[in-house]
């Protein structure tokens, strides 16, 4: 579906419901609107079921913007999507632990397990990013293993340090920058997700790996404990 | 080479351009300047670039001593501008010469004021834009402080004499009426809930800032419930659980999940971004195809437009 929502956007919705084959047939559809090369695009905003549009105004009108989108669209829903196995694997070292994570602890009891085993579960399934924003560079990645997911907490934090690892319902994060927060914090990740040379490190679409580290693995790679 | 030294840089004050094109797909927000019209008649009035950066000035309190001569352009908010204690008018071409005190009192009547200097303002860019979008906390990017230099990119170019007409002049009076295009969730809020929406009167809220504008008013009833994030047009109009519209600008998220009865026009928006608290807002339906042709009448004017001699007046090309 196809429709204007503003002067200079026009929004694509893929489906429904999140799946998670959507990430990747959404990032092959940014991949073949790029390719068309349309002098009027701006921006292509991927988001988990929905794909916003924005485009040059002067140069022309919602009609125009439709009637060039709506083929690339359609040859995509009827092709399926070969984007799965180009996508791109990303891996993220993670140091779980009571000092960078403050809310393991909780979120272990909650679930009716103990920490090493919610640090197997987080880290054993292979997610995907559904979608980018909140902040320059925080990618949101599903799905979360049921038993570990948690809502967000009711007052947020004000200050969450960046690199911090946390859990919002079934969806999974890293905080690139510090930054006021309101998700269950379980550890901390050294690499830099933002940088303002190479932009975001992840995209939707990206497949991403967790890997537990160690403290001395953590501070050996640029981690840093403040909390 | 000639500069403005900035003795006072008023409450919060940054440079501007039209914004970053092309990096929200970063979580990047947009940023460039929140009153599009008076931006654009800063740069107009001095024949810079139409994406040139400004000064953005929010509530004035602005003073800045001259270092050489220079040329510069104020436009936006009602308020008093002085040169070394002489009044001087807005919405025209001002010179300045060296050692010249430009004061700019605290606005009463709107929000935002635009200094263009000739050639543009000098700063770093980054990500194509030479904007600063505070929340993000980027290295470098910050509201302008004391002592702190504004630059013209090209140093020593003059127009002639020139002042906005004044029937082109925005209208910035206390009660905004403000455009709707139904869109996103429109057809998901009840009929009542709309009609309510675009027939209330609504005051903008002191929690208003380069994100957002909140609006409080009647709240909508019973608006639908949240929706899977998608991404985030300029103007869109959030309804979140309270039912109290909230106006989305230039350093709002590029992805949100409230549900959204349609979007404000652009150059609406830049109506909005001029009122303090407490100021009127309506809701007016409006249709897509009259808002994207006065966008483009906008622009086009910019372009293909050029002063007469007297500097009175704008010809189309």
């Known amino acids: 579906m196809i429709e204007p929502v503003s002067e200079d956007t026009i929004l694509i919705t893929l489906a429904p419901a999140i799946d998670d084959t959507l990430p990747a047939r959404i990032a092959s559809l940014v991949d073949s609107i790029r390719r068309a090369g349309f002098h009027w695009l701006v921006d292509m905003v991927p988001s988990y079921t929905t794909l916003m549009v924005v485009y040059d105004p002067v140069l022309v009108d919602f009609r125009q913007v439709t009637d060039k989108l709506r083929p690339i669209v359609h040859r995509l829903s009827t092709q399926g999507h070969t984007a799965e196995l180009k996508s791109r694997l990303v891996e993220l070292p993670v140091y779980y632990s009571a000092e960078t994570g403050p809310d393991l602890q909780w979120l272990a009891t909650e679930s009716g397990l103990d920490c090493e085993e919610v640090i197997r579960r987080h880290s054993s399934v292979e997610y995907r990013v559904h979608a980018l924003g909140f902040a320059p560079g925080f990618a949101f990645m599903g799905q979360v293993d049921p038993s570990i997911a948690a809502p967000r907490k009711t007052t947020p934090r004000k200050q969450v340090p960046a690199g911090s690892v946390g859990i919002a319902n079934r969806q999974t994060a890293v905080y690139p920058q510090v930054s006021p927060g309101g998700w269950q914090l379980i550890g901390r990740c050294p690499t830099r997700l933002f940088d303002s040379t190479n932009l975001s490190l992840l995209k939707v679409g990206d497949r991403v790996r967790i890997t537990p580290i160690s403290r001395e693995a953590f501070l050996a790679a640029g981690g840093e404990l403040m909390p | ?317």
């Open chain 2, 1 to 317: 080479m000639s500069w403005l030294e900035v003795i006072h840089p008023g409450v919060q004050s940054t440079v501007q351009d039209s914004g970053r094109r092309g990096y929200r797909h970063h979580g990047l927000a947009a940023g460039g300047a929140l009153d599009l019209i008076s931006f654009t008649w800063a740069n107009k009035l001095l024949d810079n670039p139409r994406h040139a950066a400004c000064l953005e000035i929010m509530l004035g309190g602005f003073r800045a001593i001259a270092q050489g001569s220079l040329q510069i352009a104020i436009t936006g908010a009602r308020t008093s501008v002085t040169v070394n204690g002489e009044p001087v008018e807005l919405w025209r071409t001002l010179n300045l010469d060296d050692g010249d005190e430009l004061t700019i009192s605290h606005s009463v009547h709107n929000r935002l004021i635009y200094l263009a200097v000739a050639g543009g303002l000098d700063s770093p860019e980054q990500f194509g834009s030479r904007t600063v979008v505070v929340r993000e906390k980027l290295e470098g990017r910050g509201p302008l402080k004391t002592v702190d230099k504004l630059v013209p990119r090209e140093p020593q170019r003059k127009v002639p004499s020139r002042e906005v007409p004044a029937h082109q002049r925005p209208d910035f009076s206390s009660e905004v009426v403000i455009g709707l295009i139904p869109g996103y969730q429109y057809s998901q809020f009840q009929r009542t809930d709309i009609l309510r929406l675009t027939t209330s009167n609504y005051t903008v809220s002191d929690q208003s800032d380069r994100m957002g504008f909140r609006l409080q008013g009647p709240a909508l009833d019973c608006p639908p419930p949240g929706i899977i994030s998608e991404g985030i047009a300029h103007g869109s109009v959030q309804i979140p659980g309270d039912g109290q519209p909230i106006v989305l600008l230039n350093d709002g998220q590029t992805i949100g999940g409230y549900p959204k009865p349609g979007v404000v026009p652009i150059l609406d928006c830049s109506r909005l971004a001029q009122q303090l608290p407490g100021g009127r807002v309506r809701f007016e339906l409006c249709d897509l195809a009259t808002a994207q042709n006065q966008r483009r009448l906008f622009e086009l004017h910019y372009q293909n437009t050029r002063w007469c001699q007297n500097g009175q007046a704008l010809e189309w090309l």
